[in-house]
T-cell receptor
Framework: TQLLEQSPQFLSIQEGENLTVYCNSS?????LQWYRQEPGEGPVLLVT?????EVKKLKRLTFQFGDARKDSSLHITAAQPGDTGLYLC????????????FGTGTSLTVIP | DTGVSQDPRHKITKRGQNVTFRCDPI?????LYWYRQTLGQGPEFLTY????????KSRLLSDRFSAERPKGSFSTLEIQRTEQGDSAMYLC?????????????FGPGTRLTVL
């Protein structure tokens, strides 16, 4: 059982469209990280958010941590084919030995 | 430094055989993590080390699994008497410290196929 549920599980959109990926849990996290993973490779960190309500922007990507630190969202503006990949959220919980709990993943395909 | 490396990248074995994977973390990182990832899912935590000490193990890590980090540098993950359900990508990650805000750097993974 994974603590973090992501939606949607699969997303296929046209180049130039906007999209939002959600990461939800009933548990509180000390931090929330977003990764992107290419086939056959390990996840690569995109961003870490630690404060409830925090918003971070990385070019066309906007990340938000929920006020209660139980959920997060990733919004991509004007998606490009290079954005294609598996997007993973991961929550860190200090009081469980600094484990990171990964979400179920969102597979994004951007069609040129 | 070239990041976290894992060896082998792919392993095909027959059910019942033992396999061992190696992970070389970024040199100054004292935390090392092992995860298992099945197709289309997020990684699941298996265990982690602080230097040479194995501090936590997931319930996913059955008695057939053992991990070591003898000198606080590289780590090995051994699976004994492999089963078809062990087929997965095994990922290693390292971080400089143990704070939840510390970045984990992942290796490319070892893809295990048990026939």
């Amino acid at each position: 059982t994974q603590l973090l549920e992501q939606s949607p599980q699969f997303l296929s959109i046209q180049e130039g469209e906007n999209l939002t990926v959600y990461c939800n849990s009933s548990s509180v996290f000390s931090s929330l990280q977003w990764y992107r993973q290419e086939p056959g490779e390990g996840p690569v960190l995109l961003v870490t958010v630690v404060t409830g309500g925090e918003v971070k922007k990385l070019k066309r990507l906007t990340f938000q941590f929920g006020d209660a630190r139980k959920d997060s969202s990733l919004h991509i503006t004007a998606a490009q084919p290079g954005d294609t990949g598996l997007y993973l959220c991961a929550g860190g919980r200090l009081y469980t030995g600094n484990q990171f709990y990964f979400g179920t993943g969102t597979s994004l395909t951007v069609i040129p | 430094d070239t990041g976290v490396s894992q060896d082998p990248r792919h392993k095909i074995t027959k059910r019942g055989q033992n396999v061992t994977f190696r992970c070389d973390p970024i040199s100054e990182h004292n935390r090392l993590y092992w995860y298992r990832q099945t197709l289309g899912q997020g990684p699941e935590f298996l265990t982690y080390f602080q230097n040479e000490a194995q501090l936590e193990k997931s319930r996913l890590l059955s008695d057939r699994f053992s991990a070591e980090r003898p000198k606080g540098s590289f780590s090995t993950l051994e699976i004994q008497r492999t089963e078809q359900g062990d087929s997965a990508m095994y990922l290693c990650a390292s971080s400089l410290g143990g704070r939840v805000t510390d970045t984990q750097y992942f290796g490319p993974g070892t893809r295990l196929t048990v026939l």
